[in-house]
């Protein structure tokens, strides 16, 4: 079956402009969490929905926001951007809420001028 | 705060030796902790688990440990082979929080044919 599907795959903005990126989970899946890949940083959770509500959500500012729709499809806004906001957005399914394993994307490469 | 740690950034094994990551974290109420494994220009890829009731779980060629008390956790491959080079990643999560996972930030293992 069809992976995770994340578009687009590689972007570039300037600072102050916001950007939006879509995440298409497997068949199936109601659960999809968005992360954050830096090199120092590693992967840091953004928020995760489930049946079209934000369950939970990590410590980023507010200029990160989410939301699912009835097709369990995802996207993730980033407001106002800032050169710091350069990173590899991942965003990963699951079945349910609590199944342990996450089938990751490809992710979408933001660069930040 | 880095809770989940992962201080070796790189390794290089032989082939057919062990190799042998290492993981740390802080927060005692992590219950379930996982190993990813990431190849260039791909989403990470489950590997394998281990419930905070365990000391040890085993799949094929891998083995995960976890010694509680000393809050560390450990992912040994034995025999490395060079498909095993990739940037593994251990992450852990709290009870009742979703998929919301904490990550270190990875240690890329080069195994030398």
């Known amino acids: 079956k069809a992976g995770v599907t994340q578009t687009p795959r590689y972007l570039i903005k300037t600072r102050g402009q916001q950007v939006t990126l879509s995440c298409s989970p497997i068949?199936?899946?109601?659960?999809v969490s968005w992360y954050q890949q830096t090199p120092g940083q590693g992967l840091q959770f953004l928020f995760e929905?489930?049946?079209?509500?934000?369950?939970n959500k990590g410590n980023f500012p507010g200029r990160f926001s989410g939301r699912q729709f009835s097709n369990s499809r995802s996207e993730m806004n980033v407001s106002t951007l800032e050169l710091g906001d350069s990173a590899l957005y991942l965003c990963?399914?699951?079945?349910?809420?609590?199944?342990?394993?996450?089938?990751f994307g490809e992710g979408s490469r933001l660069t930040v001028l | 705060d880095q809770q989940v740690k992962q201080n070796s950034p790189s390794l290089s094994v032989q082939e057919g030796r062990i190799s042998i990551l290492n993981c740390d974290y802080t927060n005692s109420m992590f219950d379930y902790f996982l190993w990813y494994k990431k190849y260039p220009a791909e989403g990470p890829t489950f590997l394998i688990s281990?419930?905070?009731?365990?000391d040890k779980n085993e799949d094929g060629r891998f083995t995960v440990f976890l010694n509680k008390s000393a809050k560390h956790l450990s992912l040994h491959i034995v025999p490395s082979q060079p498909g095993d080079s990739a940037v593994y990643f251990c992450a852990a999560s709290i009870p009742n929080t979703g998929n919301q996972f904490y990550f270190g930030t990875g240690t890329s293992l080069t195994v030398i044919p």
């Open positions: 281990i419930s905070s009731i365990k």
């Open positions: 068949s199936g899946h109601r659960s």
């Open positions: 990963a399914s699951s079945r349910d809420g609590k199944s342990w394993e996450l089938f």
């Open positions: 929905y489930f049946s079209e509500t934000q369950r």
